[in-house]
Each structure stands twice: as structure tokens, then as C-alpha cells.
């Protein structure tokens, strides 16, 4: 009965969201003047600029300033304001920031490493919404280095770092201020051809010197969400240039193994990618090569799941947070591995954003499979804030088939109260080798949940239901055959002249029954956390859960000195507790340091001591040192170094080299030594790209 109910409710959603993404439903406000936000006019000019970050054009003197950025410790205005201007011409978008500050001489500024979080560094994010959905970004940072950084961000809240565009910029330090101005090319930009436009606007402000966050325009609640913008006035682009932003990179390749004995294979390969209109891109690659892409950082975690990872290629960086849909991942790029040749499509177009792949190549979800892969996103607004979602994948593969439709949205009733759901059906129709069926069934996910959040308070109650079967070949769904309710609250109290800096707690709890109705998982988890005045932050956690047919329990203590302070931070962290009948403890220590500017050092040490219930303790420790060292602006090298109890030793280093603009030059090492296997493999990598655009 539970499975045809569930059933029913799938094709019913399904069938209803369908039919609310075909409504003609108005944007509400997103262009009204009046609206209670921050608003900078953009002035429009067609004088040269020299991106310096120095504001000496005389334009900068005729732009409209907006500043009175707010402290969120505080919600008053910040110490140290930021002056902002914009501007912008029928090919570019200029932005300029001054960045006051009277104790200039504790800026902190080291990153010199292109698309990396600044960890540890002052910095300054430019939020973009160029068609003013409120439901979509594009980000752009700087630090005082003039060290680019972008990124994306869709419907889900998913922030996309592997995003990324070609675009200027420069800063300038002075002795009270610093500075820098950003050229945006509008042909990185999904946006309108059209006069008297808005768009959504937001800056963020951090400062070391102080832990300080400003932003321009600000809300106590979910600050960064481009619901919470102001507005950029006065764009008309109606005359604006269009330009297809054509890219192409062509690249060779050499990697040579060796594992006693020499083998050595070529490749060469390459990547397309055009603007189809302003708002719609595509790119196409043959053979894609991704050695030069950074190593996932090495673990040791107590899991019963699947471990999640980032998606670090540049192929799917256009449109990839769109995908990221619902409460559980339909879509998880990496279970596309080797490819052969794979196409997008991505943009918005009116109230809509969509994205779609194919992929021919391997596919790997514990087996591996071959064939081709194709992955449609949809979304619509829906108002001010909401919006709805399609999802629809098909793997044609040598093993037989897998195929999912699926419904999601989030939904506000008002400014503080939204709900969520998720639907979605699937149609695994797959084979093993010997011709046994592997699966052969439908199946189904659902999901509801209310949100209340309203600062300092989010509160959360939702129910899922997932069929023993569902699990895409292209998904990545960590639980299956649940039924249930769950719980959560979280208090998280920001301030700036008190004791404390911030007090954080939670508390959740779930509760699942398989479909016969035994009870499968019960969690309780317990966390709070305060950041002291003098910069140590104090953390406990307690869970307690039950995973049939193990009883988990684990308590964590962990201290961070210097808690703002990225480079001088020091975390330790205490665990303890039983996992699937193996008592534990368990030590961490992470410490970041610079020996000279130029080198940033990350190192961790995790030892865990466990009592298996045979009687045989065991001792399992991993020992990692990861760093840089920048040669200049366009030369680095990326070293990790990992020790593991397991007797498996591994060293990696990544050299690139931009030797001309848009030319560059990968070197990669990878050794890997087991104690168990005499001989160590070693492997060397050489990649020569050149985009032409």
C-alpha cells in the first residue's frame, strides 16, 4: 500500500509542477524603484580605461558611490566602510572598490593562486544577477593582491567554484585604503540585450585585522542569497555588442607509468566553447584531459555511505549549479569518468534557466558502465523568491538502460516561512556481464519539508520517502529504503562587543522505517560552539545513532586558536565513541603556517586508536602535508605529501606554467609506495594547452 500511495503521489507532482512551469507568472518587484533595498545607478561611458587599480579616470568621478555597507555582528554601520562604483560600456561591466581602512598595516594578503577560496586573506566578493531572478549569481572576488576568483551559484544554494570566465583585474594598496577595479566582459554573462534594465547587485567585505563581514546590502537572514540584493539601475544594453566568446583549446599530452617496466601513451584532444545568444552557451570537447586538475584531499572518517566530492573540471563548470537540485543528487558528475566526447547547453531565458548534457564515455556507480549519458535541468521562477524544477536523465548504456524524471521546488509563503519538495521516479533496466539481472524495477524518491528561518533561528521539519531501489546510475542517493519524519533547529547569534563573537547550537533528529516498517535509522545529534572574544573558538558534538543493525555513538571536543586568523590557526580535536561495535578514540591536529610569503603550508595529523570487538586493536593514522610555492604570478608549484598507517605512501607534485598568455604548460608527478608491493609507481604527466579566442 505504501509503494502505490508513494507511487501516486510521484505521477501527481510530477503532472503539477509540469503544469506550473508552463503558468505565465510575473516577476513581482524585481524592477521596482521603490523597493526597500540599496540602489546604485550604473553610469554608462565610452572613454578607455586602464585596469591598474588606480581610480584615476575621470569617470570614477562622475560615478554614483554607494557605501554605508553593514557590519553582521553588529547589523550597524561597519568601522571601516567601502566606497563602490560601477560603470560600463556596450562590451564590459567596470566595477571599482575602495576598501578604507585605518590599520592598513595589518592587512592580510598572501593567496597569489587564481580560482582558490582566500583562505586567510582580506577580500571583497562582487555578487552579479544580471537577469534579477533572485535566485541566481554570479560571483566575483578580489583580494589586494588582485587575485581573481569566480564563481556560480543556482535555484539550490549550491555554490559552483568550478565556474570560471576570463576577465581583468587589478589592485592597488595605499596607506589608508585599498583598491582595485574589475573589467567584466559582457560576454561572460548571461544577460538581456535591453534598455532601462536592473539588475541584482550585492558587496561583501572581509577583514582579518578585525573578523569583520560588511555587506552593502544586508539581511540578518541568509545574507548572501541573491533574494537579499539591492539594485544596479540604469543599464541599457539594447546597443550592447554581442560577441559568441569563441574558445577554443586544443591540447597534447604525454603520460608515462612506471611500474617496473615503461609504458608511455599519447593523447590529444580539445574544448569548444560559444555563446549561442547573450544568454545561452554551449561547449563541446573531444577527448577531455583533466591530469593538470588538483588531487581530492585524502580522509580518515568513520562513514557507512558513499563519500561526496567536489566536481573540479572545467567541462562541467557552465551550468552545474543548476543540477544540484532537491534534497538528494539526481545528478553527480563524477560518475562520469573517461570520456570520449561529451556536449552542453546552458542559459536562461526569461524567467527560465536551464542546462543540458550528453555525454558518451564510462560511467562509474560501483560497476562500471559504457554508453551514453544525457542530463536535462529546468527551472522557474515563480514570483519574488520561489521557484520550481524538471530534472530528466537518460543513460543509454551496454548493460541496458537507466532513466529518472523528477520534480523540486522551494516555495516561500513569506519572508520567513518556505517549503520545499522533491519527487522523482526511476527505470533501472540493467544487466551483469553473465547476463543476470542486476535490477529490473521502478522506483521512486520523495520529499517534503517546512523551513522557518529568521535570524538568529532556523527551524526545519520535513518527511522522505525512498524506495529500496533508487539509485541512478547517474545519482547519488546515500540512503535508500527509508521512510520518515525529521527535525532540526539551529541558533547561530552573531556579536561584536560582547564576550563571545558568535554562540552556535543545534540539535537534529531523524527517523526511518524500511518498507516493512522496521525501524532503519535513528539519529540524534547535539552540536554547540562559541567563538571568544580573544579568537578561541570552543566546540562540542554529540551524536547518537542508530544505523541497523549498528548503535553509533560519537562525542567531539575540539579547540581553534586563533580562530580568524587562517594562517595562524591552530584546530585540535578529541573524538570518541563506538563505531559498528569498534570503540574508538581519536586525535586531529590541523595547522596552517607561511615560512615566506610566497610558500602557504597546510598540515594534518589524525591518529585513531580502535578496539574491534575480536580483541584485535589496531592503530590507523594519516599524516599530510600539503603546500604551494608561486615562482611568480603565472608560475607555481602544488606538492602533497601523505603518510598512512595502511603502509601506503603517496607524493604528488603539480607544476603550471602560463609561459605566454593563454598558453599553458602542466608537469605532474604521482608516486605511490606500498609496503606491501615492492615496487613503487611512479607516473609523470606533461599537458600542453593553447586557448585560442
Request: with cysteine; hydrophobic share 35%.
Amino acid at each position: 500500500m505504501r509503494a502505490d500511495v508513494a507511487r501516486f503521489l510521484v505521477r501527481l507532482c510530477i503532472v503539477s509542477a509540469m503544469a506550473l512551469l508552463a503558468i505565465e507568472c510575473p516577476c513581482l518587484a524585481h524592477d521596482d524603484p521603490n523597493a526597500p533595498v540599496p540602489s546604485l545607478k550604473a553610469l554608462k561611458m565610452d572613454a578607455p580605461i586602464v585596469v591598474d587599480g588606480v581610480l584615476d579616470e575621470p569617470f570614477w568621478q562622475d560615478a554614483e558611490v554607494g557605501t554605508d555597507f553593514i557590519d553582521t555582528h553588529s547589523s550597524r554601520p561597519a568601522t571601516q566602510q567601502t566606497l563602490v562604483r560601477v560603470a560600463y560600456s556596450r562590451t564590459h561591466l567596470y566595477i571599482a572598490v575602495e576598501c578604507l581602512d585605518d590599520r592598513i598595516d595589518q592587512l592580510h594578503a598572501s593567496e597569489r593562486r587564481e580560482d582558490r577560496q582566500f583562505q586567510g586573506d582580506d577580500w571583497v566578493e562582487v555578487h552579479l544577477d544580471p537577469l534579477h531572478s533572485h535566485n541566481a549569481k554570479y560571483a566575483f572576488f578580489s583580494n589586494p593582491l588582485g587575485v581573481r576568483v569566480d564563481a556560480a551559484e543556482g535555484p539550490s544554494g549550491a555554490f559552483n567554484t568550478s565556474w570560471t570566465a576570463e576577465w581583468n583585474l587589478a589592485a592597488k594598496v595605499y596607506e589608508d585604503r585599498w583598491t582595485f577595479e574589475m573589467s567584466i566582459p559582457l560576454r561572460v554573462l548571461n544577460h538581456r540585450r535591453a534598455d532601462g534594465q536592473t539588475w541584482g547587485l550585492n558587496f561583501t567585505r572581509y577583514l582579518v585585522h578585525s573578523d569583520t563581514t560588511s555587506f552593502w546590502s544586508f539581511s540578518e537572514t541568509d545574507f548572501y542569497k541573491p533574494r537579499h540584493f539591492g539594485h544596479l539601475r540604469g543599464l541599457d544594453l539594447a546597443d550592447s555588442e554581442f560577441n559568441p566568446n569563441l574558445e577554443v583549446t586544443p591540447y597534447v599530452s604525454s603520460r608515462t607509468d612506471f611500474n617496473g617496466h615503461r609504458e608511455t601513451e599519447l593523447q590529444t584532444g580539445g574544448d569548444v566553447s560559444f555563446r549561442l545568444t547573450p544568454s545561452v552557451v554551449t561547449s563541446w570537447t573531444i577527448n577531455p584531459d583533466f591530469a593538470q586538475v588538483e588531487a581530492d584531499a585524502d580522509t580518515i572518517e568513520l562513514r557507512d555511505t558513499e563519500r561526496f566530492l567536489p566536481e573540479k573540471r572545467l567541462f562541467f563548470r557552465e551550468g552545474e549549479d543548476l543540477f544540484a537540485s532537491g534534497d538528494n543528487l539526481l545528478y553527480y558528475s563524477r560518475r562520469l569518468t573517461d570520456i570520449d566526447a561529451g556536449a552542453r547547453v546552458s542559459g536562461e531565458m526569461n524567467d527560465y534557466r536551464f542546462a543540458m548534457i550528453d555525454v558518451y564515455g564510462d560511467t562509474v556507480h560501483g560497476d562500471p558502465y559504457y554508453g551514453n549519458s544525457s542530463v536535462f535541468r529546468l527551472v522557474r521562477n515563480v514570483g519574488e523568491k520561489s521557484n520550481v524544477g524538471l530534472h530528466a536523465s537518460s543513460s543509454d548504456l551496454k548493460q541496458g538502460h537507466s532513466r529518472v524524471l523528477g520534480s523540486d521546488g522551494e516555495l516561500f509563503l513569506n519572508d520567513d516561512w518556505s517549503v520545499n519538495y522533491q519527487v522523482a521516479g526511476a527505470d533501472d533496466r540493467l544487466d551483469e556481464g553473465d547476463e543476470q539481472s542486476a535490477k529490473d524495477r521502478g522506483d521512486y524518491l520523495g520529499y517534503g519539508g517546512l523551513v522557518y528561518e529568521k535570524y538568529p533561528w532556523e527551524v526545519g521539519v520535513n518527511y522522505r520517502g525512498i524506495s529500496e531501489g533508487f539509485d541512478p546510475v547517474l545519482g547519488f542517493i546515500p540512503r535508500r529504503d527509508v521512510y520518515g519524519p525529521a527535525f532540526f533547529s539551529m541558533y547561530d547569534l552573531r556579536a561584536s562587543d560582547r564576550w563571545y563573537k558568535g554562540v552556535f547550537a543545534y540539535f537534529g533528529i531523524e527517523y526511518y522505517e524500511d518498507g516493512d516498517g522496521q525501524t532503519s535509522l535513528r539519529d540524534y545529534s547535539a552540536d554547540a560552539a562559541v567563538t571568544l572574544a580573544n579568537d578561541v573558538a570552543l566546540g562540542v558534538e554529540y551524536d547518537a545513532d542508530y544505523h541497523r543493525p549498528y548503535h553509533n555513538e560519537r562525542t567531539e571536543l575540539g579547540v581553534t586558536f586563533d580562530e580568524s586568523d587562517f594562517w595562524r590557526s591552530t584546530d585540535l580535536e578529541w573524538a570518541f565513541g563506538v563505531f559498528e561495535e569498534t570503540e574508538y578514540n581519536e586525535l586531529s591536529l590541523g595547522k596552517h603556517f607561511k615560512p615566506i610569503e610566497r610558500w602557504p603550508v597546510r598540515y594534518d595529523y589524525v591518529i585513531r586508536f580502535e578496539d574491534p570487538p575480536d580483541g584485535d586493536d589496531e592503530t590507523i593514522w594519516l599524516n599530510r602535508v600539503v603546500f604551494d610555492y608561486f615562482f611568480s604570478d603565472v608560475m607555481w608549484l602544488k606538492s602533497a605529501i601523505q603518510h598512512r598507517s595502511t603502509d601506503v605512501h603517496n607524493l604528488s607534485v603539480i607544476y603550471g606554467w602560463e609561459f605566454v598568455k593563454d598558453a599553458n604548460l602542466y608537469l605532474v608527478y604521482n608516486g605511490i609506495r606500498d609496503e606491501d608491493d615492492p615496487e613503487t609507481i611512479h607516473s609523470l604527466f606533461a599537458k600542453l594547452a593553447y586557448t585560442f579566442r
